[in-house]
Each structure stands twice: as structure tokens, then as C-alpha cells.
């Protein structure tokens, strides 16, 4: 069980937005910066939000995150083929001095 | 270029040792903290364990304090995971990381590719 909740899993058609959803607290994300992170099969996991809503260098636009409350919501709208991944959120635990992800969604462009 | 390479991994027998290394290159080390995710297989990421940018300040999870230890060298460009009294539950691809991590921030990139630690039992 993880400390952040996400959905497992959210689907779209090609081109079109999705959300996803996480959820934590108040010594998590209510106090912390969240970030966001894309994991392609077999591959390491990549930076796509840092700061709740800041894109390194290279992540395209149509990459989005938001924070409110205790809760943060990533966006990718234009979806591709290759948006297919798992996507994780973190952020740290006040209470706990520890990194937390969430327990992550898988992301299905139909 | 930024480049992280862990090693290290392996077989190891439940109850024993292992210590996984990182090489570092591209970026200084005491700008950076340091961080250890781990990933068992099939499911999520893990923090394992970070260590501040000024070295001195290390944290872990709940599930392996007392038994991991992070630790760098700075001459060498190189962090370090010891692990001792190892677990089948650890079992897992280790990746390394640098990113800010402290004062409110949780921000890791660039990571490393990952080594595998496998704990028979």
C-alpha cells in the first residue's frame, strides 16, 4: 500500500487528454513539491514534472501538472502511441523523512 | 553528458552482503543529493535512501534502515549501497539518481540505468 494513491490504470484514444490522479497528505504532498515520472518498458524511469508543474528541459507542452491541496494531477493531452508507459508521482514525507512514489498507473492508448 | 552507472549487482544468498556502486560523471556530486530507488519485480518504485548534497545527512526507508547504508566518494565520483542482511523482499532493479531532494523538494533526474539484486532464500 502505498503512501500515494494513483489509479492503476487510465486509457485514452490517440490524440486525446488524460488525467492522473494522486493522492496524498497533508505532511506529503499538502507540504512538498510534487514530481512526475515516465517509465517506458525495460527502461529507467524519466523526469517529466519536477516542482509540481515545471518541465526539464524537453518534455514537451502537452505535459502538464498541477497541485491542490493534498493532491496532484499530472496531463498529457495529444496522446501517442508512445505515451504508452507507467507513470509514477513523489514527493517526500515530512513526518516520515523519506521519498515516497505513488504506486503508479499504467497509461493504455487505444 | 550526465552519466550514472550502477554496479555491482548479483546472486546473493538471504543474509548476506552485497554493496552496489554508481559512477558519476557529468555533474559534481555536492550539488546534488543522492538517491537510491529500487524496483521489484513487476511492480512500483521504491525509495530506498538518499544522502544530501553536503554528504553529511543521510536518509532511508523504514524497510531497510539499520541494515543499508549510503555513503559516497567524492575522489571517486562514486555513491555506494551496502547492504547487509539482505531479504528475498529485496530483490529488486536498483537504480541510482542524483535530483534535490530536501526542503520541501523531491526532484530526481538524472537516473541510472539500474542493476539487478537478486536474494535467493
Known amino acids: 500500500q502505498s503512501v500515494l494513491t494513483q489509479p492503476p490504470s487510465v486509457s485514452a484514444a490517440p490524440g486525446q487528454k488524460v488525467n492522473i490522479s494522486c493522492s496524498g497528505s497533508?505532511?506529503?504532498?499538502?507540504?512538498?513539491?510534487v514530481s512526475w515520472y515516465q517509465q517506458l518498458p525495460g527502461t529507467a524511469p524519466k523526469l517529466l514534472i519536477y516542482?509540481?508543474?515545471k518541465r526539464p528541459s524537453g518534455i514537451p507542452d502537452r505535459i502538464s501538472g498541477s497541485k491542490s491541496g493534498t493532491s496532484a494531477t499530472l496531463g498529457i493531452s495529444g496522446l501517442q502511441t508512445g505515451d504508452e508507459a507507467d507513470y509514477y508521482c513523489g514527493t517526500w514525507d515530512s513526518s516520515q523523512s523519506a521519498g515516497v512514489f505513488g504506486g503508479g498507473t499504467q497509461l493504455t492508448v487505444l | 553528458e550526465v552519466q550514472l552507472l550502477e554496479s555491482g549487482g548479483g546472486l546473493v544468498q538471504s543474509g548476506g552482503s552485497l554493496r552496489l556502486s554508481c559512477a558519476v560523471s557529468?555533474?559534481?556530486?555536492?550539488?546534488?543529493?543522492m538517491t537510491w530507488v529500487r524496483q521489484a519485480p513487476g511492480k512500483g518504485l521504491e525509495w530506498v535512501s538518499t544522502?544530501?548534497?553536503?554528504?553529511?545527512?543521510?536518509y532511508y526507508a523504514v524497510s531497510v534502515r539499520g541494515r543499508f547504508t549510503i555513503s559516497r566518494d567524492k575522489s571517486k565520483n562514486t555513491l555506494y549501497l551496502q547492504m547487509n542482511s539482505l531479504r528475498a523482499e529485496d530483490t529488486a532493479v536498483y537504480y541510482c539518481a542524483g535530483g534535490r531532494i530536501g526542503g520541501g523538494n523531491f526532484c530526481v533526474d538524472p537516473w541510472g540505468h539500474g542493476t539487478l539484486v537478486t536474494v535467493s532464500s
Open positions: 516542482e509540481n508543474n
Open positions: 497533508s505532511s506529503t504532498i499538502g507540504n512538498n513539491y
Open positions: 557529468g555533474f559534481t556530486f555536492s550539488n546534488y543529493a
Open positions: 544522502l544530501s548534497g553536503s554528504g553529511d545527512v543521510t
